[in-house]
């Protein structure tokens, strides 16, 4: 595992094959790095799928409201919800969307984003400026790599855990 520097803005994230290390940049999107945080510690992001994952591009997941496998999961919905938190203003910044970085879903509207975020699987610079750069993996990226494909997956991988390291 990646040596952990600060831990009040690093995501522990469990997948099936093994740990995922996210470091979040508050420095420069500090509302999505708070948001992901929150909805870590109140264990809104265990259990939900990763219902949109586009070979060469990303893995996208966090709908708290209809992608808890464990909990009220829709298939046909996941991707359409967020949490009963209010949506976040865009943070966009120079920051590039390279492999492994942390994206902000949202709909068209780019005052939208709310729970949900992405992984690339590549440099997918297209999207610079447009999505809310928050995050990037340290380490475990192999294991991002490794998740099942699918618009939504047939059987979908999912977050087991996810937390914040300074509670762990």
Same mark, same amino acid.
């Given at each position: 595992?990646?040596?952990?520097?600060?831990?009040?803005?690093?995501?522990?994230?469990?997948?099936?094959?093994?740990?995922?290390?996210?470091?979040?940049? *508050?420095?420069?999107? *500090?509302?999505?790095?708070?948001?992901?945080?929150? $909805? +870590?510690? %109140?264990?809104?992001?265990? =259990?939900? %799928? !990763?219902?949109?994952?586009?070979?060469?591009?990303?893995?996208?997941?966090? &709908?708290?409201?209809?992608?808890?496998?464990?909990?009220?999961? =829709?298939?046909?919905?996941?991707?359409?919800?967020?949490?009963?938190?209010?949506? $976040?203003? %865009?943070?966009?910044?120079?920051?590039?969307?390279?492999?492994?970085?942390?994206?902000?879903?949202?709909?068209? @509207?780019?005052?939208?984003? @709310?729970?949900? !975020?992405?992984? @690339? !699987?590549? &440099? =997918?610079?297209?999207?610079?400026?447009?999505?809310?750069?928050?995050?990037?993996?340290?380490?475990?990226?192999?294991?991002?790599? %490794?998740?099942?494909?699918?618009?939504? *997956? +047939?059987?979908?991988?999912?977050?087991?855990?996810?937390?914040?390291?300074? &509670?762990?």
């Amino acid at each position: 595992m990646a040596e952990i520097k600060d831990p009040e803005n690093t995501i522990i994230m469990t997948l099936k094959g093994g740990d995922v290390v996210i470091e979040l940049l *508050p420095d420069v999107a *500090p509302k999505h790095a708070a948001r992901m945080k929150e $909805l +870590a510690r %109140a264990g809104k992001y265990d =259990n939900v %799928a !990763f219902h949109r994952v586009i070979e060469g591009f990303m893995a996208q997941t966090g &709908d708290v409201q209809h992608a808890n496998m464990e909990k009220n999961y =829709n298939p046909g919905r996941s991707g359409t919800g967020g949490s009963d938190l209010p949506d $976040l203003p %865009a943070e966009f910044s120079k920051l590039p969307h390279d492999r492994g970085t942390l994206g902000a879903a949202r709909s068209q @509207n780019p005052n939208s984003a @709310n729970s949900q !975020f992405f992984i @690339n !699987f590549k &440099d =997918n610079h297209f999207l610079n400026g447009q999505y809310t750069v928050y995050g990037r993996v340290i380490s475990g990226m192999e294991h991002v790599d %490794a998740i099942q494909r699918g618009e939504p *997956p +047939a059987n979908p991988d999912r977050m087991i855990a996810v937390k914040v390291a300074a &509670d762990v």
